[in-house]
């Protein structure tokens, strides 16, 4: 049984940092591409950022780019979402997802869906 779970989110105030984790088991984690979503209250999903299987490649929305940084451990099946400089606009449920191919990681053609954790950045 394929499972993500998402950790890590909370209540932070503008400036501050959190770290997101997404907990993989039920397939080959290795082998796939991670991706961080997020949607915000009344608007649509939106890509954050991606990492390839090995790593070797990343891609950020460009709303996140120099703040969030995202690396994965497959030795501990885990991917994580290092969040800086928080914004009140940053404030979402995160999703993590994956996917075979690292092909078009901005798209949400993923075959796997986390069920999220919420990101609330006030003061």
């Known amino acids: 049984q394929v499972q993500l779970v998402e950790s890590g989110g909370g209540l932070v105030q503008p400036g501050g940092s959190l770290r997101l984790a997404c907990a993989a088991s039920g397939f080959a984690f290795s082998t796939y591409t991670m991706g961080w979503f997020r949607q915000a209250p009344g608007k649509e999903r939106e890509f954050v950022a991606a990492?390839?299987?090995?790593?070797?490649?990343?891609s950020y929305a460009d709303s996140v780019k120099g703040r969030f940084t995202i690396s994965r451990d497959n030795a501990k099946n885990t991917v994580y979402l290092q969040m800086n400089s928080l914004k009140p606009d940053d404030t979402a449920v995160y999703y993590c997802?994956?996917?075979?191919?690292?092909?078009?990681?901005?798209?949400?053609?993923?075959?796997?869906w986390g069920q999220g954790t919420q990101v609330t950045v006030s003061s």
């Open positions: 997802a994956a996917k075979r191919t690292y092909w078009r990681p901005d798209n949400q053609l993923y075959d796997y």
């Open positions: 990492i390839s299987s090995g790593s070797i490649s990343t």
